[in-house]
């Protein structure tokens, strides 16, 4: 139990496009859904957290107009990146909880590149 | 500023023995604590879950947390070469599961054969 799935698994953009990725939580409803990103050599760092129906809220850093999230569902967040330049590039990963635990979820993340 | 600290390591660990893996944090106020193991290109992968203090055990894992020492601790017993990865630990704040976590850079394990 508790499968969140990520799609696209990876992604090239060229530099000024926009890219969507989608967090599915498969087995449960979400009550909550995060959004990660990790760069090369270094730790995950939270960038945002959606509740369904309600806006997201950002961590200090985080350009809310850039990283566009939307939580239509409790299975579904999409993370759009807008604009993408080469500095976006990296891995980006949701997690969710079930709501019953502190427990988080993580999807199998969504590797960037942005030429 | 919350901030979770972690020995990169790498830490080499003969194969069958003990690794031991620590963690300090600095925001008193967390409540929820846990171990993620992460291979190479991978997500994380939920390891442990500790929320008060004393030990946990489950199978050849044993979390460890000391609230007033702001510590956290994984043993890895009878260790395989498949155990080899990095161990993220990760703080909740206080609002439970509504808390995004926050992460230490990871330990590097190495078990050797």
Not at chain 1, 15 to 29: A, H, M, N, P, Y
Not at chain 1, 82 to 104: K, L, V
Request: aromatic content about 10%; glycine content about 8%.
């Amino acid at each position: 139990g508790a499968v969140v799935s990520q799609h696209p698994s990876w992604v090239i953009c060229k530099s000024g496009t926009s890219v969507k990725i989608e967090c599915r939580s498969l087995d449960f409803q979400a009550t909550t859904m995060f959004w990660y990103r990790q760069f090369p050599k270094q730790s995950l760092m939270l960038m945002a957290t959606s509740n369904e129906g309600s806006k997201a809220t950002y961590e200090q850093g985080v350009e809310k107009d850039k990283f566009l999230i939307n939580h239509a569902s409790l299975t579904l967040s999409t993370l759009t990146v807008t604009s993408a330049h080469p500095e976006d590039s990296s891995f980006y990963i949701c997690s969710a909880t079930t709501g019953s635990s502190y427990e988080q979820y993580f999807g199998p993340g969504t590797r960037l590149t942005v030429t | 500023q919350k901030e979770v600290e972690q020995n990169s390591g790498p830490l080499s660990v003969p194969e069958g023995a003990i690794a031991s893996l620590n963690c300090t944090y600095s925001d008193r106020v967390s409540q929820s604590f846990f171990w993620y193991r992460q291979y190479s290109g991978k997500s994380p992968e939920l390891i442990m879950s500790i929320y008060s203090n004393g030990d946990k055990e489950d199978g050849r894992f044993t979390a460890q947390l000391n609230k007033a020492s702001q510590y956290v601790s994984l043993l890895i017993r009878d260790s395989q070469p498949s155990d080899s990865a990095t161990y993220l630990c990760a703080v909740g704040g206080s609002g439970g599961g509504a808390d995004g976590l926050t992460f230490g850079k990871g330990t590097h394990l190495i078990i050797q054969p």
